[in-house]
């Protein structure tokens, strides 16, 4: 429960970009401990890697081999500006979801559990200098 709410205190982590997601999603609760694991990290790392470097870029910069024939650029998640426009539902949410007219596909063959990882990960990229 406390890690639940130590995010809804963190700055792009407020109700205001959690209401624009479907109910499901804006009430649903993050996983004590994804966050902060190091072996959760190491397996998002693993599935980034595998499933979204190829269009965002192996350390997350949005500058994948696939990113030139895309009708939008991949996002920059090493970009700190955007953490702080998003939370960690609306990640999630993303990588559930797809994000239409993008060219970011739904990942729902992945497991909740597998989806959080890969959150986690991709929302640690925003917080490196």
């Not at 624009?20 to 190491?42: C, D, H, K, Q, W």
């Not at 609306?90 to 063959?109: C, D, N």
């Amino acid at each position: 429960m406390g890690i639940v709410l130590t995010w809804l205190a963190l700055p792009g982590c407020g109700r205001d970009v959690d209401a624009n997601l479907p109910p499901e999603y804006a009430r649903v609760t993050i996983p004590a401990g994804v966050f902060a694991s190091e072996e959760a990290m190491a397996r998002g790392r693993a599935a980034f890697q595998e499933y979204c470097a190829i269009c965002h870029g192996e350390s997350g910069n949005g500058l994948g081999q696939r990113r030139e024939g895309l009708t939008s650029p991949p996002r920059d998640f090493t970009d700190p500006t955007w953490r702080q426009s998003t939370s960690p539902r609306a990640v999630f949410y993303a990588i559930r979801e797809g994000l239409a007219p993008t060219a970011m596909p739904s990942w729902k063959a992945l497991s909740e559990q597998q989806a959080w990882e890969l959150t986690a990960y991709v929302w640690s990229l925003g917080a490196r200098p």
